[in-house]
């Protein structure tokens, strides 16, 4: 998203400067293309927003997604339905701290809580919801 966001602003300033240096205006078509990265960069920005107004609860026996700016969704999933989760982590994620969850389920139906994009700190969050999931770690012995 990122990137596309900035590769139609870089897009968009090499056809001002290439208008420009050539003595055509272009006016109308110059504009267009302004109002179309502008438009881009609102884009990113809302999503920017969704992304961070998102929220992740992990309890003893959900698993509850809150997100939504305008409108609030609340979707929740009973921990003992997850039979397994696996998060991969992508080279911008890992750069910018951020992975994607996959969570399998029992029975046949489709969740859309199944894929989590964009999830900081992942490692943090597998722990923690390993931990929910399939208990605690073992406490090591006095001789440990």
Not at 50 to 66: A, H, P
Request: charged letters at 15%.
């Amino acid at each position: 998203m990122v990137l596309e966001t900035v590769a139609v602003l870089v897009g968009v300033v090499a056809l001002n400067i290439y208008a420009a240096a050539h003595g055509r205006g272009g006016g109308i078509l110059i504009t267009l293309l302004w109002w179309g990265a502008l438009a881009a960069v609102l884009r990113l920005l809302w999503r920017m927003l969704t992304w961070y107004c998102t929220i992740l609860l992990v309890t003893n026996s959900r698993f509850v997604k809150v997100s939504g700016i305008i409108s609030l969704k609340v979707q929740s999933i009973p921990m003992s339905k997850i039979t397994d989760l696996s998060y991969t982590l992508d080279p911008n994620g890992r750069v910018l701290g951020y992975g994607t969850f996959a969570l399998e389920t029992e029975g046949d139906h489709k969740s859309e809580l199944e894929k989590l994009e964009y999830v900081p700190q992942p490692d943090q969050f597998y722990l923690l919801f390993c931990n929910s999931i399939f208990g605690g770690a073992p406490e090591p012995t006095a001789g440990e």
